[in-house]
Structure formats: structure tokens, C-alpha cells
């Protein structure tokens, strides 16, 4: 009889225990969850367990290639929305402009700045009334100046809206955010892809700023548009280069340009 009463409460707490495990599975964080989490500074997974695609604690080959960047981490919550686990992977180019936004968000790149009031429907007097620099002359102050109306006009109005700016203020704009820093760059770089996606700018200014923002990471670049004094920065599957181009309206690489192409 009482072994008859163990083996029912052994099945008993079994199955209550598969009913909670099925009830509270561990959910993994979409990419917009995760960014939101780190402007709202609630990103935090430093008591949650790092294991591989197997499932398993992860070992020195592993920690290694985590380390060199080799490796993508993909973050489960429970049902009260707290950070249990992180699964790596292989990471895949897609995965890169995550990673970067999460290192550069992760530092808070605006905080530095405070804000300044903009008319959004004048920036087209604003921009020309204050007119970026880019050469030689270029000194700190006006960077930081520069800087903190770029950080403004994006908080306050979002990218330039074509309907009240010109398309060459919008692309001189464009240049100004990309080059600004890479941090800031990484945080607009959404509102950069919608803009694109609407419509708004023509693809190969997403393929720019996408290419700027991985080679500024030490990451290979995917159009082969930035080119250094020592020629072209390194391109992944360089030998389909003009194909990806011709994909966004980019015209094709000179031969000489891809054979120079530079290596890591």
C-alpha cells in the first residue's frame, strides 16, 4: 500500500511539474524587445545561465569564439519577463547590426548631449543656416556642436520628411548622422531602414550606412562602399559584390577595386 502511495505522488508532482514547465516555457526576446530594454535600462542578464546550441554550459571552445565575436546571443525570458538564459549560436550576417546596436545603445551615446529646440517644419533654413564641416578645419567644438543638432533633429522631428526638406539637404543631413559617431549612427540606424522601406531614400544610402556601421565594428562590408587610403575596406563574399550592388541601385566595382580589396 505505501508503495502503491509513493508512486502516485511521484506521478503526481511529475505531472505538475510538466504542466508548469509547458505552462512557462521560456520565450525568446525579439530584437525590438531587446532595444527597448536597453533604452529603458532593464536589460539586465548577469544571473541568467549561458549555454550552446545543445543546451549545454558552455565550454572553452565556446567562451573563445563568444569572446572574438564569433557568436550571437540569443536571450529566453520566464513568464514574469526576467532574463534566464542565453543561448549562443553562429552568428549570421543579419545578427551583426543587432550586435552593434546593442554594444553602442548599451553606453547611452546621446546622454552626452543636450538637446536643442528645432522647428521641425524649418529645417530646411536650420541645416543651411548652419551649414556642417567636414575637412580639414574641422575642430572639436564644432563637432560637438554638429552633433548635438543631429541628436536633436532626430529626437524631435525624426529624419527630414521630404515634403518639407530637399533631397540634397536630406542626403547632406544623412552624411552628417553617419558620420557623426559610431554610436549615434547605431541608434537611428532603424529609423534610417523605415525611412528606405517607406520609400523615403533611395536603397543605396541604406547600403552605405549599413556598410559604414560594420566596418566601423570590424566587420566585413557587404556593397564595398568605403574605401580607405589603402583602398577598399574588406568585403565578405567579395565575388558577388556587383551583384549586391546592382541590388540597390549602386554601380558596379572596377575589377582593379575588388582584386585590391583590403583583408583582415
Given at each position: 500500500?505505501?508503495?502503491?502511495?509513493?508512486?502516485?505522488?511521484?506521478?503526481?508532482?511529475?505531472?505538475?511539474?510538466?504542466?508548469?514547465?509547458?505552462?512557462?516555457?521560456?520565450?525568446?526576446?525579439?530584437?525590438?524587445?531587446?532595444?527597448?530594454?536597453?533604452?529603458?535600462?532593464?536589460?539586465?542578464?548577469?544571473?541568467?545561465?549561458?549555454?550552446?546550441?545543445?543546451?549545454?554550459?558552455?565550454?572553452?571552445?565556446?567562451?573563445?569564439?563568444?569572446?572574438?565575436?564569433?557568436?550571437?546571443?540569443?536571450?529566453?525570458?520566464?513568464?514574469?519577463?526576467?532574463?534566464?538564459?542565453?543561448?549562443?549560436?553562429?552568428?549570421?550576417?543579419?545578427?551583426?547590426?543587432?550586435?552593434?546596436?546593442?554594444?553602442?545603445?548599451?553606453?547611452?551615446?546621446?546622454?552626452?548631449?543636450?538637446?536643442?529646440?528645432?522647428?521641425?517644419?524649418?529645417?530646411?533654413?536650420?541645416?543651411?543656416?548652419?551649414?556642417?564641416?567636414?575637412?580639414?578645419?574641422?575642430?572639436?567644438?564644432?563637432?560637438?556642436?554638429?552633433?548635438?543638432?543631429?541628436?536633436?533633429?532626430?529626437?524631435?522631428?525624426?529624419?527630414?520628411?521630404k515634403a518639407l526638406v530637399s533631397n540634397?539637404?536630406?542626403?547632406?543631413?544623412?552624411?552628417?548622422?553617419?558620420?557623426?559617431?559610431?554610436?549615434?549612427?547605431?541608434?537611428?540606424?532603424?529609423?534610417?531602414?523605415?525611412?528606405?522601406?517607406?520609400?523615403?531614400?533611395?536603397?543605396?544610402?541604406?547600403?552605405?550606412?549599413?556598410?559604414?556601421?560594420?566596418?566601423?565594428?570590424?566587420?566585413?562590408?557587404?556593397?564595398?562602399?568605403?574605401?580607405?587610403?589603402?583602398?577598399?575596406?574588406?568585403?565578405?563574399?567579395?565575388?558577388?559584390?556587383?551583384?549586391?550592388?546592382?541590388?540597390?541601385?549602386?554601380?558596379?566595382?572596377?575589377?582593379?577595386?575588388?582584386?585590391?580589396?583590403?583583408?583582415?
Amino acid at each position: 500500500m505505501k508503495y502503491t502511495i509513493s508512486v502516485f505522488y511521484i506521478i503526481l508532482f511529475g505531472c505538475l511539474s510538466c504542466n508548469s514547465t509547458i505552462k512557462n516555457p521560456l520565450r525568446k526576446l525579439s530584437p525590438e524587445e531587446i532595444l527597448y530594454r536597453i533604452e529603458k535600462k532593464t536589460f539586465v542578464y548577469a544571473y541568467a545561465s549561458f549555454v550552446n546550441q545543445e543546451g549545454m554550459p558552455l565550454n572553452e571552445a565556446n567562451k573563445t569564439a563568444l569572446n572574438n565575436g564569433d557568436l550571437m546571443k540569443d536571450y529566453y525570458v520566464d513568464f514574469e519577463g526576467d532574463i534566464k538564459e542565453v543561448r549562443v549560436r553562429p552568428i549570421q550576417l543579419s545578427d551583426q547590426f543587432l550586435e552593434i546596436q546593442i554594444r553602442e545603445l548599451s553606453k547611452d551615446v546621446t546622454k552626452e548631449f543636450t538637446q536643442v529646440a528645432v522647428n521641425c517644419r524649418e529645417l530646411e533654413a536650420t541645416l543651411r543656416l548652419k551649414p556642417f564641416i567636414n575637412d580639414d578645419r574641422y575642430n572639436t567644438v564644432q563637432d560637438s556642436l554638429d552633433r548635438q543638432l543631429v541628436v536633436s533633429i532626430m529626437e524631435q522631428c525624426g529624419f527630414p520628411n521630404k515634403a518639407l526638406v530637399s533631397n540634397e539637404t536630406r542626403v547632406f543631413f544623412l552624411y552628417r548622422l553617419l558620420y557623426s559617431s559610431s554610436g549615434i549612427a547605431s541608434k537611428y540606424y532603424p529609423m534610417i531602414r523605415e525611412v528606405v522601406k517607406n520609400k523615403e531614400l533611395h536603397p543605396k544610402f541604406l547600403a552605405m550606412y549599413q556598410d559604414r556601421l560594420l566596418m566601423s565594428h570590424g566587420y566585413p562590408q557587404i556593397y564595398g562602399t568605403q574605401i580607405g587610403r589603402r583602398g577598399l575596406y574588406e568585403v565578405t563574399d567579395i565575388e558577388n559584390v556587383n551583384k549586391r550592388r546592382d541590388a540597390v541601385g549602386l554601380k558596379p566595382l572596377e575589377q582593379s577595386k575588388i582584386k585590391g580589396a583590403q583583408k583582415e
